[in-house]
């Protein structure tokens, strides 16, 4: 997704959520900074991880399912990229299992986000304006290939690939770089885990968004399937 699509997208999520456009693009710049000597991975290289067929691991992913996808061949021969979205990425990693792409705002164990990078993730770092003190608690600790990302305007360093939430930006990213057969697992829009000082109303609203960014954006030549 380009930007000229997403941004209005963008502007009515910020409406309807009340959010504030600056606060991003502040959280954007100090991820920029921070992030100024990291192993920032270019759209090609990206581009060279994502086939026709992606696997995104959400939220609710169980240990089961975790062990599940730990069984499908490791790197290069893999059939389908591994696009880890947040805190799944805790139960994969805590199952050995190491993601081929991290979707992240570092919500979540930062430590196992961490682990995976070091172990081959490529790690997209997304900047929001409520999380800022995760930016400078973590941002420069992945010492794999990273890329940053923001939901405001991108730059030359900065990405916007569309997506709002880790779960529907790891699609959106899939879908922008030629993936076909997306098949999510660990996804429920209609029932989110509770997570300690989060705001259930607020979150079944983000993920109101996120179920229309993935299904109701959903180009006709992409098949998504829920597991």
Not at 59 to 77: I, R, T, W
Request: hydrophobic share 40%; with cysteine; glycine share 10%.
């Amino acid at each position: 997704m380009l930007f000229c699509e997403w941004e209005p997208v963008y502007i009515d999520i910020l409406k309807d959520l009340r959010m504030d456009r600056t606060s991003d693009e502040a959280s954007a710049k100090l991820l920029k900074m921070l992030t100024l000597n990291s192993n920032m991975i270019s759209d090609d290289e990206l581009a060279s991880l994502i086939g026709n067929g992606v696997i995104v691991a959400g939220g609710g992913v169980s240990g089961c399912e975790a062990k599940l996808l730990g069984m499908a061949p490791k790197g290069p021969a893999r059939k389908r990229t591994l696009i880890s979205a947040g805190s799944a990425t805790d139960v994969l990693v805590a199952n050995g299992v190491i993601p081929d792409i991290v979707v992240t705002d570092l919500d979540g164990n930062a430590e196992l986000q961490k682990k995976a990078s070091s172990s081959g993730s490529v790690t997209m770092i997304h900047a929001h304006g409520d999380n800022s003190h995760l930016i400078m608690a973590h941002a420069k600790d992945f010492k794999g290939p990273i890329m940053i990302t923001t939901q405001s305007a991108p730059d030359m360093i900065l990405c916007n690939f569309g997506g709002f939430t880790d779960g529907d930006r790891a699609v959106c990213t899939a879908r922008h770089f030629g993936a076909k057969d997306i098949t999510l697992i660990g996804f429920d829009f209609d029932a989110p885990s509770d997570k300690p000082g989060t705001d259930p109303e607020m979150k079944k609203r983000k993920l109101a968004w996120a179920k229309r960014i993935i299904h109701g954006m959903n180009p006709p030549d992409v098949t998504i399937t829920s597991l």
